[in-house]
């Protein structure tokens, strides 16, 4: 369907980037915390916007919006010419000198969005060096809160103070056991049940938002670890409990059973606040489709 021809003022890149916002949240406030704005000038935004195309974008709702036939076109051409200007920014500055983009990745980084991502960014931007920095589960920032990367693929929450945080996919949670422990044969358990276990925790220092959420939002008594391999070691050497997100592939002596009363771990893209750096913009969109379910 075209676009109607009652289009014709010039669209800034920023309100097609509400836009873009809003097409994948399907929601204004999820939208908003997104971009980083409160929700009536992004809605006038929008609505701005579909003054100027000349028709509806969103069919809205309470439960939330819904692309219309002309909003999905839209959002095909918006996400092409947004890319397009993150590619001119990203010749520019690497023509200035500046092509090279470090990026902070926590634990192994064998999550498939990470695999997806290395592609879509290899096309888009060939000219660029992307430096990696594997960090353990210590620092949940991946270096970014020392300076060390540019961005940073991680799991919230921990602090973000001077911070800018981007979901790019929620998972659920469960506790990883030994195959031969009896809640392994449960198909779903509650934290209680395993407040008399020793659980793996981390080093004293470590980010008191990110460490209370992986002890269940209590203190817990056990082995500290740093790595995914040692808190894998210490459930199957000496039967420690812990927390992991879903999915993964765990060796057969290991299982993880869901926890029905545990938020999802949000896997997040972070940089710092204010950092107009377009790499960063351009890494941070194609990130966002990279990790779509």
């Known amino acids: 369907m075209p676009i109607p021809h009652g289009y014709r003022r010039s669209v800034e890149l920023r309100t097609l980037r509400y836009f873009v916002a809003v097409a994948e949240e399907?929601?204004?406030?999820?939208?908003?915390?997104?971009?980083?704005?409160?929700?009536?000038?992004?809605?006038?935004?929008?609505?701005q916007l579909e003054t100027d195309v000349g028709a509806l974008l969103f069919a809205?709702?309470?439960?939330?919006?819904?692309?219309?036939?002309?909003?999905?076109?839209?959002?095909?051409?918006?996400?092409?010419?947004?890319?397009?200007?993150?590619?001119?920014?990203?010749?520019?500055?690497?023509?200035a000198g500046v092509a090279t983009l470090t990026v902070g990745i926590l634990g192994d980084g064998t999550d498939p969005g990470v695999a997806r991502l290395a592609a879509a960014y290899g096309r888009h931007h060939p000219g660029i060096d992307i430096r990696i920095r594997d960090t353990d589960l210590t620092d949940p920032t991946c270096g970014l809160s020392a300076?060390?990367?540019?961005?940073?693929?991680?799991?919230?929450?921990?602090?973000?103070?001077?911070?800018?945080?981007?979901?790019?996919?929620?998972?659920?949670?469960?506790v990883v056991l030994r195959a031969d422990d009896p809640l392994a044969r449960r198909e779903g358990l509650l934290?209680?049940?395993?407040?008399?276990?020793?659980?793996?925790?981390?080093?004293?220092?470590t980010d008191p938002v990110w460490q209370s959420y992986w002890n269940?939002?209590?203190?817990?008594?056990?082995p500290v670890v740093r790595t995914v391999q040692e808190c894998l070691q210490a459930v199957l050497w000496n039967g420690t409990v812990g927390l992991a997100p879903l999915g993964p592939d765990l060796p057969a002596e290991l299982v993880v059973v869901p926890l029905t009363d545990m938020p999802p771990s949000r896997v997040v893209?972070?940089?710092?606040?204010?950092?107009?750096?377009p790499m960063i913009r351009s890494f941070i969109e194609i990130a966002t489709t990279a990790y779509r379910p």
């Not at 407040?195 to 793996?200: I, N, P």
């Not at 893209?269 to 950092?275: I, L, T």
């Open 147 to 174: 300076g060390l990367v540019d961005i940073a693929l991680t799991r919230a929450p921990f602090d973000v103070t001077a911070l800018t945080v981007r979901v790019l996919r929620s998972d659920p949670v469960g």
């Open 269 to 277: 893209a972070v940089w710092n606040e204010g950092d107009t750096n």
């Open 26 to 47: 399907l929601h204004f406030g999820r939208a908003a915390t997104r971009l980083h704005m409160s929700q009536p000038p992004l809605s006038r935004a929008i609505q």
């Open 216 to 222: 269940g939002g209590r203190p817990r008594e056990g």
């Open 191 to 205: 934290l209680a049940e395993l407040s008399d276990r020793r659980w793996f925790r981390f080093p004293r220092g």
């Open 60 to 95: 809205r709702s309470p439960a939330g919006v819904t692309l219309t036939p002309v909003g999905a076109v839209l959002l095909d051409e918006a996400r092409a010419l947004l890319d397009h200007a993150d590619r001119v920014r990203v010749r520019v500055g690497a023509a």
